[in-house]
């Protein structure tokens, strides 16, 4: 097998799968429920060797204005189309190839991760050494969803503690806020805890997102419901906490703006939200410059999806624990191995095999598939 940067990829086939697996317990935040998590698996063919990337699009518009839905139309009328064939030197040059769509960068990145998959294995290189990542295991938290009942996540937040999650993030909205972080400190004291709003807060009730700086949180995540970062700057000009951007950054230029403005002080980087693997290196380039911390944020995702971001978030820029809980805290069953699993030490180990550096396991990609889809050269 040849190494170093000299191949070459000429797609000759992308194999879509529509994906449906169940989670071990409903996710509930303020924006959308979900108890079967759908998602695309892309698969880019070469040369005898597959490349794989998981899109992580919801099944509904309510975290983004993608959906499952919107990525299958995109990524099989015209972005794998638009690949197939087509000669590649980098992985870098896919975001070229795929130009002229616009938006839709969720559909986009899955396509890119594959294509990143892809080279990494044909030069046996860890996608971890493609990107710059050093760190060979990462500390993780783990995020928690809206609760019927403050008992069971109190219940369930001493038990990542005991797991050794270093970090507990917890979904809020208007009502469901301050009464929460307040029995999380009076029961756990002074851990790393982090609250994420998915923009449910009106930017007219900044008093309610000004109540939650007496919890001592690392930072609040995506606290307003407008796209206006105007708004979260005179919020962030308001607050002692960092406000942590999610939503709001959906490409370098964003994170710009928003870090020229004063809209936060702590990004949650996701490679589908900004549109690909290059785009979150040129944010972690900015955010290395202006000093601000980053963190991987996560989407539910299986395995595929998982071994990308673990080596995304050995870069040297993410500091926080990320968003990278074990499989087993979202599937019974995962669709690689070996499955992303907790040291005691509260951290990950980033896979070092090439690409993603872990196996497909094919029958359990069979098993939760529900539609699929070949695109060949014309
Ligand atoms: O806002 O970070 C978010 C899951 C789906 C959509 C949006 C978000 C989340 C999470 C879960 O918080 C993170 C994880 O994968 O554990
Ligand atoms: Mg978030």
């Given at each position: 097998?040849?190494k ?21 317990t ?27 990337g998981?899109?992580?699009a ?11 839905e ?20 980098r ?15 969720m ?9 990143w ?14 990107l710059?990542?050093g ?29 050794g999650?270093r ?8 009502g ?25 807060y ?47 950054v ?10 020229e ?5 702590v990004?949650n ?13 040129r ?25 990308m ?5 050995a ?5 926080y ?7 087993s ?21 980033v ?28």
């Amino acid at each position: 097998m040849s190494k170093g940067g000299c191949s070459v990829l000429t797609v000759d086939c992308v194999v879509l799968r529509l994906l449906r697996m169940p989670l071990v317990t409903p996710f509930v935040t303020s924006a959308q429920e979900t108890a079967v998590r759908p998602f695309i698996l892309v698969e880019v063919q070469a040369e005898g060797l597959s490349g794989f990337g998981e899109c992580v699009a919801m099944a509904d518009p309510y975290y983004t204005e993608e959906t499952v839905e919107t990525a299958w139309h995109i990524l099989k009328t015209f972005a794998a189309p638009a690949l197939v064939g087509r000669r590649l030197e980098r992985p870098e040059e896919t975001a070229a190839v795929l130009g002229r769509i616009r938006g839709n960068r969720m559909a986009k990145a899955a396509l890119e991760a594959a294509v990143w998959d892809w080279f990494g294995k044909r030069r046996g290189i860890s996608l971890r050494a493609m990107l710059g990542g050093g760190r060979e295991r990462v500390p993780v938290g783990v995020s928690l969803g809206l609760y019927p009942r403050l008992d069971d996540l109190l219940r369930d937040v001493e038990r990542h503690l005991a797991e050794g999650y270093r970090r507990i993030k917890v979904k809020i909205k208007p009502g469901w806020d301050t009464a929460v972080l307040a029995a999380i400190r009076r029961s756990f004291g002074d851990i790393p805890l982090s609250a994420d709003a998915n923009m449910a807060y009106p930017p007219s009730d900044a008093e309610a997102v000004k109540r939650l700086d007496e919890f001592g949180l690392l930072y609040i995540e995506e606290p307003l419901a407008t796209e206006n970062l105007r708004e979260y700057a005179r919020l962030q000009a308001q607050l002692e906490t960092a406000i942590c951007l999610d939503e709001t950054v959906r490409c370098l230029a964003d994170a710009e703006q928003a870090l020229e403005l004063g809209a936060g002080r702590v990004i949650n980087v996701k490679a589908g939200r900004v549109g690909g693997l290059a785009e979150v290196l040129r944010i972690h380039a900015l955010a290395q410059k202006a000093g601000v911390p980053l963190w991987c944020g996560g989407m539910l995702e299986a395995g595929v999806g998982r071994a990308m971001n673990l080596a995304v978030a050995a870069l040297p820029g993410f500091v926080y624990p990320g968003d990278l809980s074990a499989s087993s805290r979202y599937y019974d069953r995962d669709i690689v191995t070996p499955p992303a699993v907790l040291n005691a030490d509260g951290t990950v180990d980033v896979p070092a095999g090439p690409g993603i550096g872990v196996e497909v396991d094919r029958e359990a990609v069979e098993r939760f598939t529900v539609r699929m889809e070949r695109i060949i050269s014309r």
